[in-house]
C-alpha cells in the first residue's frame, strides 16, 4: 500500500479549499457578532474570558489544573447552553481539516509517481489495528459534507476505478459471537437490521420502530461496547441520566448474554492480567492492578472492547493477506489504502465489478464466526463515490 500509493487531483482539493475558506471567515464572523466583539477563534485564552467570564456559562470540564476547559468535550457540553460553543467546534473542524488535508496533500505529491504514499504502521495502536501517518488517512471525517469532498480528491488513474470494500458492523458481529447472545446471533443469521432490532426490543417491545429509536439504539449498540456509561449514553442520545440507565438496563435484560460476557471478561482479565482476540493473539492490561480507579476503569473498559477491535483487526488483516495472494501479487489490482474496517483498490475499470465480487467473496471467507460476515462494497472514480 505504501508503495502504490493514491492519486490526488489537486485542482479539485484547491477548490475545496477556496470554499472552506470561505466557510472558516463566515464562521469567524458570525462567533465575533454572537460575542458581542472581535477575538482570535483560535486563541483559547481569548475563548475562555468570553464563554466563562463575560456570559458566565457553567464550567463543566476542567484542566487537569482545575481551569475551564475548552477542549471538545468541554464544548460539546455547552452547545444546548450557547450557540457560540457550537460554532467553536465548527471553525476548529474546518480550520483542522484545511491545515491537515487540503493544503498539505499536494505538498504530499511524490514528484516521481504522481501519487500521495501514506505511511502504515502495525505496532503503533494497542488492539492491532493499523494506524497511518504522512498523511492520517484515518482522520478524515466520513460523516461532514467537508470530509467527503476530500475523499472526492482521492482519484482512480485514467482507465481505473476505486473499489472500497467495508466490513458491516463487525465488532457487533464479533460480539454476537463471543457472548453466544441469542438475541443478537438470531439478528444476525435473519439478516436482521441489527440497530432496528435493538430499538424493537429496548424501546417498542417488538412493535414499530422509528427513525429516531433506531438511532438511538445504534448510539446503545455501538456505546456498551466501548464501556459508555449511563451519562455518556444521556448525553450522545438527548435523554436523562435515569431514562438512558433505563435503557442499558433494558438492553441487558434482552440480551443477557452480553452482559454475562462482559461480567465474564472483566473477571478473567483481573485474573489472568490480559484478554485475547478470537484467534489468540493477547493484549496484557497491568492498569488493572492500578491503584488509580479512573485508570483501573478505563483498563476494565478496554478489557471488554479489545477482543472486538483486536478480532476486527485480524480478520482484515487475513483478508489482505489472502487478497494479496489472489489480486495483487497477480497484477490484477492495487491495494491503496486500509481506514478500519474498510480496503480500497484501485483496479481497471473494465474489470471492476468481476473483482469487486471476487474481493468480497475473499473477505467473507476471512474468518469462520457464529454469525456471517458481510461486506459493503462500492465502485466508483473516488473514494467518495466508491465508499
Known amino acids: ?59 463543566k470540564v476542567k484542566t487537569p489544573k482545575g481551569e475551564p476547559s475548552t477542549n471538545e468535550e468541554a464544548l460539546s457540553a455547552l452547545v444546548d447552553e450557547h450557540p457560540l460553543a457550537q460554532l467553536i467546534l465548527d471553525y476548529r473542524g474546518l480550520t483542522k481539516l484545511k491545515s491537515t488535508y487540503i493544503d498539505r496533500l499536494p505538498e504530499r505529491i511524490d514528484p516521481d509517481t504522481g501519487r500521495v504514499h501514506s505511511m502504515f504502521h502495525q505496532a503503533v495502536t494497542a488492539t492491532g489495528r493499523l494506524s497511518s501517518s504522512n498523511p492520517n488517512l484515518q482522520n478524515i471525517p466520513v460523516r461532514t459534507e467537508e470530509g467527503r469532498r476530500i475523499r472526492k480528491a482521492f482519484v482512480a488513474s485514467p482507465g481505473h476505478k476505486l473499489v472500497s470494500a467495508d466490513y458491516s458492523q463487525i465488532e457487533l458481529r464479533i460480539m454476537a459471537h463471543l457472548s453466544g447472545d441469542e438475541g443478537l446471533l438470531s ?46 449514553l444521556a448525553r450522545q442520545i438527548g435523554v436523562g441520566r435515569t431514562e438512558a440507565q433505563d435503557y442499558i438496563d433494558r438492553y441487558f435484560a434482552r440480551y443477557p448474554g452480553v452482559a454475562r460476557y462482559m461480567d465474564k471478561t472483566r473477571a478473567r482479565a483481573h485474573e489472568r492480567g490480559f484478554v485475547e482476540t478470537v484467534f489468540g493473539r493477547r493484549l496484557y492490561l497491568p492498569e488493572l492492578k492500578s491503584r488509580n480507579g479512573q485508570r483501573r476503569q478505563y483498563a476494565e473498559r478496554t478489557a471488554i472492547n479489545a477482543p472486538m477491535q483486536g478480532t476486527a483487526a485480524d480478520i482484515i488483516k487475513r483478508a489482505m493477506l489472502a487478497l494479496y495472494e489472489n489480486v495483487v501479487k497477480t497484477g490484477r489490482a492495487r491495494m491503496i489504502i486500509q481506514v478500519h474496517d474498510e480496503l480500497i483498490f484501485e483496479v481497471p475499470a473494465d474489470e471492476a465489478a468481476s473483482l469487486a465480487d471476487e474481493i468480497e467473496r475473499t473477505m467473507i471467507r476471512a474468518a469462520d464466526l457464529r454469525v456471517p460476515l458481510e461486506v459493503g462494497i462500492g465502485i466508483g472514480g473516488s473514494w467518495d463515490e466508491a465508499h
Open 1 to 59: 500500500m505504501e508503495r502504490a500509493g493514491v492519486a490526488i487531483d489537486s485542482e479539485q482539493l484547491a477548490r475545496q479549499g477556496e470554499a472552506i475558506a470561505e466557510r472558516i471567515t463566515a464562521i469567524e464572523s458570525q462567533a465575533q457578532e454572537i460575542a458581542g466583539e472581535a477575538f482570535n477563534l483560535g486563541s483559547t485564552k481569548q475563548l475562555k474570558a468570553i464563554l466563562f467570564d463575560r456570559m458566565g456559562l457553567p464550567v
Open 187 to 232: 439478528a444476525f443469521e435473519q439478516g436482521e437490521d441489527i440497530h432496528r432490532a435493538t430499538a424493537r426490543e429496548v424501546f417498542a417491545d417488538g412493535g414499530e420502530v422509528s427513525d429516531e429509536q433506531r438511532r438511538a439504539a445504534k448510539a446503545i449498540n455501538f456505546g456498551l461496547i466501548y464501556g459508555m456509561s449511563a451519562f455518556g
